[in-house]
């Protein structure tokens, strides 16, 4: 087991059994925060043995599906009284097909996640942090913000609502000692796209995505130095300086030909 550290801070981070959100964890840990890891999914347990064995940190796995308010609350309780240093706020999920043939509960879902339960997550514990004027929230957005996601529609307009909530937070709380910073990945080659029914899809199919270690480390190393956000890739840096161009009836068409399901 690697020597114990203790940073003396706790960072919370929510969809943290794979991906990104598992990857900001092991980045926390590295630098000897303990931590409480949340995801809906049994591998959460997994996750937190594999950080505490690898690290020498304290890690709390809490399974909860934050897309209810049954699942929100027992985060909230989970923290209870502890002071977060660092939040990331990660979870979220995608949902392909176009809107009219989704089911309107998933994607009622997608929104409860990606939005509200992150506005009042980030709500409850920003006011902890505002408090004592100390703290770091790093908000996962996505360059589909910045993009009308034709068959994606719900999704992009969610990180649409949270990469512009991420700037807004952030100017709100600039006489504190609380920063927001917004992580704008592009496609990563994480379970978003089979969790989210997209493997059928040009994008889905597409191999060149991004590794989550990478995207995470542009994240926490944008958090850590206080930066207002991150677009992790260049690829995708140039398409967002693309996307403040072109017509958006343009990019939803251009959308339109990575996301819509492949005809079989």
């Not at 899809?201 to 850590?224: L, N, R, S």
């Amino acid at each position: 087991m690697a020597q114990q550290k203790s940073s003396g801070g706790l960072a919370v981070v929510t969809g943290a059994s794979t991906g990104i959100g598992l990857e900001l964890a092991k980045l926390a840990a590295q630098d000897g925060y303990d931590l409480l890891i949340v995801a809906d999914e049994p591998e959460i347990e997994g996750a937190a043995t594999e950080i505490q064995q690898e690290h020498g940190v304290t890690v709390t796995p809490l399974q909860a599906d934050l897309a209810g308010p049954e699942g929100l609350a027992q985060l909230i309780q989970a923290i209870g009284e502890r002071p977060v240093e660092l939040l990331f706020a990660n979870a979220g999920r995608g949902l392909g097909e176009g809107f009219l043939d989704q089911d309107l509960d998933e994607a009622q879902e997608v929104i409860d996640l990606n939005v509200t339960s992150t506005v009042r997550l980030i709500h409850s514990v920003g006011n902890q942090m505002r408090q004592r004027n100390s703290g770091r929230i790093l908000i996962t957005g996505s360059i589909a913000g910045f993009l009308p996601g034709s068959f994606q529609a719900i999704y992009n307009g969610s990180k649409a609502f949270l990469d512009s909530f991420s700037y807004a937070l952030r100017n709100e709380l600039k006489d504190t000692e609380v920063t927001v910073t917004c992580l704008m990945p592009g496609p990563t080659d994480t379970e978003f796209f089979a969790r989210g029914d997209m493997l059928d899809t040009p994008i889905g199919e597409d191999k060149h995505k991004a590794d989550p270690a990478k995207v995470a480390k542009d994240g926490y190393d944008a958090m850590i130095a206080g930066k207002p956000g991150v677009v992790s890739g260049l690829m995708n840096k140039m398409q967002v300086a693309l996307a403040g161009i072109l017509p958006d009836t343009m990019l939803a068409e251009m959308h339109r030909k990575e996301a819509a399901p492949t005809p079989h």
